[in-house]
């Protein structure tokens, strides 16, 4: 994923994303929520672009993201830093 995708993610603007990007992004924040809720209009725009292998697939590794944030979070552990985004080659990025 490019550098200017990365850093949409960080804001709301996602205009630069693909619709299936999108749609991957509304399955994590979906999934992110407590309780977590895929509603079967949620789920039936997936099925359209996924087989329910790929879903599967998609669904553990958001859930293992997930997981990943809440025990860092819960243990207070700080970024590692190793990501650093090519500020310098997007115009207008505020990114650190």
Do not use: C, H, W
């Not at 994590?28 to 672009?49: C, F, G, H, I, K």
């Amino acid at each position: 994923m490019s550098d200017d995708k990365l850093l949409a993610l960080r804001g709301d603007d996602l205009s630069g994303l693909s619709d299936v990007e999108r749609l991957v992004i509304e399955l994590a924040d979906a999934m992110a929520t407590a309780p977590s809720n895929v509603s079967d209009e949620l789920y039936e725009r997936l099925r359209s672009q996924f087989s329910v292998e790929q879903l599967l697939e998609l669904g553990a590794q958001i859930a293992f993201e997930n997981f990943r944030a809440r025990l860092n979070r819960v243990f207070d552990v700080g970024s590692d830093e190793l990501f650093e985004p090519n500020v310098t080659s997007i115009r207008g990025s505020t990114a650190a």
